[in-house]
């Protein structure tokens, strides 16, 4: 069946340090990728999406490229912040118009 | 806009008992998804409504139901609850099925 794996956290870097936190899925066709992140007690927000090949979602400096040939959506930052400090997670919309999510990738950043 | 809306924030239950969890879409949004999340499982579709009807269903027992008011707002149910449903439970609005799903802050329930 269609799924999503993401690399395992937690994930704990400094300030202005470079983020990558992989996501691979499996799945028919071509669906829709998304990252979603989750802070402490509140629920999931859209950080950004791709819907295409080669399409390049961002937001607030985080980018990810669908990259069909290796199946992968990996999240990049620059430079993160202490309020980057999250849960993140990686999911795809599949052909039976299910929302597929990996199992989250806690980020810790510290000053 | 508002964004989704989802009561109780938190509730305490026992065994045996039922809930009603509540969620309110996004003004305009006709699509209801909900997930529940547990540290061990993750995040699992429950099942999705759109125009009042079940469109999509995840691997869950009878136990959980819902439905969808012609408004749009959705309601969930468990019914006989478990120790096993303590978990947070999200619901995501879209325009409809197939677009991008904006969440809620969720429910924490817990079962004792």
């Known amino acids: 069946g269609d799924s999503v794996t993401q690399m395992e956290g937690p994930v704990t870097l400094s300030e202005e340090a470079f983020l990558t936190i992989n996501c691979t899925y499996t799945?028919?066709?071509?669906?829709?990728l998304f990252w979603y992140v989750q802070y402490p007690g509140e629920g999931l927000q859209l950080l950004l999406k791709?819907?295409?090949?080669?399409d390049k979602g961002s937001n607030k400096g985080f980018e990810a490229t669908y990259r069909k040939e290796t199946t992968s959506f990996h999240l990049e930052k620059g430079s993160v912040q202490v309020s980057d400090s999250a849960v993140y997670f990686c999911?795809?919309?599949?052909?039976?118009?299910?929302?597929?999510f990996g199992q989250g990738t806690e980020l810790s950043v510290k000053p | 806009k508002a964004g989704v809306t989802q009561t109780p924030r938190y509730l305490i239950k026992t065994r045996g008992q039922q809930v009603t969890l509540s969620c309110s879409p996004i003004?305009?949004?006709?699509?209801v998804s909900w997930y529940q999340q547990t540290p061990g499982q993750g995040l699992q579709f429950l099942f999705e409504?759109?125009?009042?009807?079940?469109?999509n269903k995840g691997n869950f027992p009878g136990r959980f139901s819902g439905r969808q008011f012609s408004n749009s707002r959705s309601e969930m149910n468990v019914s006989t609850l478990e120790l096993g449903d303590s978990a947070l439970y999200l619901c995501?609005?879209?325009?409809?099925?197939?677009?991008?799903?904006?969440f809620g802050p969720g429910t924490r329930l817990l079962v004792l």
């Open positions: 791709a819907t295409k090949a080669d």
């Open positions: 003004s305009g949004h006709r699509s």
């Open positions: 999911a795809l919309y599949n052909q039976g118009g299910k929302l597929i």
């Open positions: 409504y759109f125009s009042e009807t079940q469109r």
């Open positions: 995501a609005s879209s325009l409809s099925q197939g677009k991008t799903q904006y």
């Open positions: 799945a028919t066709g071509y669906p829709s």
